[in-house]
Every structure is written in C-alpha cells, then in structure tokens.
C-alpha cells in the first residue's frame, strides 16, 4: 500500500515527523515520489500494491509542474518520477531499479523471477515493452503539438518536436500490441507461466496506449483483450486505483 502525503509537507517539519512515524515493515524508512497518473510512477505503485508495502508517497502532479523545482532538483537532478528515497538519502531513480530494490528487501511474492531463466525471460519483456511499445506511445504522445514545445524528452534539457514521429510511434505501438497479442495466444501471462512485473508493465503501456493514442487496441485482439481484463481484476490494481 502506498501512503499519500501531501506536497505541502515535502521539505518542512511535518516531513521530519513522517520520516521518523513511518518505517517499512523491515524497519527501514523509505519515501517514493511519486505521480499515478504517469506509466512510470504508476508500475512502481502496482509492484508496491502487489508486495503488501507500505511506503509513505509525496505525490508530485506532472501535469502542474510540481516537480520542476529547486527542491526536488536536489534531490532529483533529472526532475524526473519515480523516485524512491532510503534512510541513508540515497535515492534510487528508474521505475526497473527501484522495483529490482524492493524485491530484493521483499522477496515474498516474487515478481522479478526465482531462478536465472525467468529472471532473464521478465527482463526480456521487460525490454521489448519498453523499447518497442513506450518509445512508441512517447513518440507519438511528445512529438504531437497538444504536448507543447520543447517537451520532446523528459527530463530540464528542451527538445523540439519532430511531427513525423507522430505517425511513427502509433505504427510502432500498434505492431508491439499485435505482438503482445501474437504471444498471449499461447500463454497466460507474458512472460513466464505466472503473473510478473513483466505483465505490470505492459499492462500500464497498454493503459496509457488507450488514453494517448485513443484507439481501441482490443479490436481483433482477443488474447490481448482476455489478459487485460484479469490483470484489472487483480485486488492490488483494485486497491491503487481506490
């Protein structure tokens, strides 16, 4: 479970007493900033629900910029979310690293896989989700002029936009869904022969898909389709969305 607080408290004495109230059920205190409405953030908070954690969350909203400050350059120089902070101050970045952190702290209800076969497998579609599907929705999605100017990457640094990406990241994204299709029509999961943080992240991308590109990928993807609707059923997904 992640614990919300507000942005208000992030740097004042408030914070202080959280830190000190607040510990994971190992004793180590840890805070995730942290956005739901991202893909990023969002795959850390499933693994997060999944695990039975309860990590105190500042949420900072994207959208309104509550991350482009000096503060949070401080802690984060890339201005950038997920960001997962331990009590010795150090703060791990990268929605794959910080869910790599918590499993090894938490191996209960292993996600990241037992053995080197099905470590290797999740990474690798792990892999394939990110490079061949999200690159594709953030080309589509960045490179679009609703997104604004110089938004072209995330991150301080501004780049402009290319408008050919537009049409390039949706054949991309549509070509990564049918593969997912393609595999599930064969197998339960993504993967392996069980649930991982494999189909957590092509779950969000599928999700955030739907909402950027606004088609409806389930059309002639049965497979894709079925795998989808049990993943939402999950209780962990249940309990983040509220």
């Known amino acids: 479970m992640i614990r919300y607080v507000s942005t208000r408290t992030l740097f004042g004495f408030e914070l202080l007493l959280i830190k000190l109230a607040l510990s994971n059920k190992k004793g180590k205190w840890m805070k995730l900033y942290y956005f739901p409405g ?19 969350s500042v949420t900072l909203n994207l959208r309104e910029g509550e991350h482009l400050t000096e503060e949070f350059a401080a802690i984060h120089p890339g201005l950038t979310l997920p960001v997962l902070e331990l009590d010795d101050g ?18 209960s209800l292993n996600l990241l896989g037992t053995d080197a076969k099905e470590q290797a497998l999740i990474l690798m579609w792990h892999d394939i989700a990110t490079f061949e599907g999200y690159l594709g929705i953030q080309e589509y999605l960045r490179n679009s002029p609703e997104f604004g100017e110089g938004r072209a990457l995330p991150g301080p640094m501004p780049i402009e936009q290319i408008s050919a990406l537009v049409e390039r990241g949706e054949k991309r994204t549509i070509a990564f869904f049918d593969k ?9 999961y993504l993967a392996i022969e069980r649930y991982t943080y494999a189909d957590i992240v092509t779950y969000v991308y599928l999700e ?6 606004g088609k409806d990928l389930f059309q002639d993807r049965k497979h894709l389709a079925s795998w989808a609707a049990s993943i939402s059923a999950r209780p962990a997904i249940k309990a983040i969305d509220g």
């Open 208 to 213: 955030f898909a739907q909402r950027v590109i």
């Open 180 to 188: 997912v299709d393609k595999r599930l029509s064969n197998n339960t």
């Open 90 to 107: 150090t703060c791990i970045t990268e929605s794959l690293a910080i869910a790599h952190y918590l499993e090894q702290e938490n191996p």
């Open 38 to 56: 991202s893909p990023s953030p969002r795959k850390v908070g499933i693994f997060i629900s999944e695990k039975g954690l309860e990590i105190p």
